[in-house]
């Protein structure tokens, strides 16, 4: 049975950082893109950042410069180093796994709340 499981998150000060942490298990393999999304309080779900089977990168702009993804590929795990937080950056936080063609069986964690402020 395909499982992603978040953890991480937490309470900071603008200014702070948290990484994020997601294991995959199950039939999540490598050759799975996966990436973060975040739902804000009456906000819809946006991609935060996303990384594929061999390591390209994408992030939103508002997240450029100051957030990290990476992918442990033996450990079947993947992170999401978040910098410069801001109080915007308040948001339930989820883990994605998709097979990177169109139809490809997709996964989501249970979430992580991320709260900035002061």
């Known amino acids: 049975q395909a499982q992603l499981v978040e953890s991480g998150g937490g309470s900071v000060q603008p200014g702070g950082s948290l990484r994020l942490s997601c294991a995959a298990s199950?039939?999540?393999?490598?050759?799975?893109?996966m990436a973060w999304h975040r739902q804000a309080p009456g906000k819809q779900r946006e991609l935060v950042a996303r990384?594929?089977?061999?390591?390209?990168?994408h992030y939103a702009d508002s997240v450029k410069g100051r957030f990290t993804i990476s992918r442990d590929m033996a450990k079947n795990t993947v992170l999401l180093q978040m910098n410069s937080l801001k109080p915007e950056d308040t948001a339930v936080y989820y883990c994605?796994?998709?097979?990177?063609?169109?139809?490809?069986?997709?996964?989501w964690g249970q979430g992580t709340q991320v709260t900035v402020s002061s």
């Open positions: 994605n796994a998709k097979l990177p063609y169109m139809g490809g069986a997709e996964y």
């Open positions: 990384i594929t089977n061999v390591g390209n990168t």
């Open positions: 199950g039939s999540i393999d490598s050759i799975f893109t």
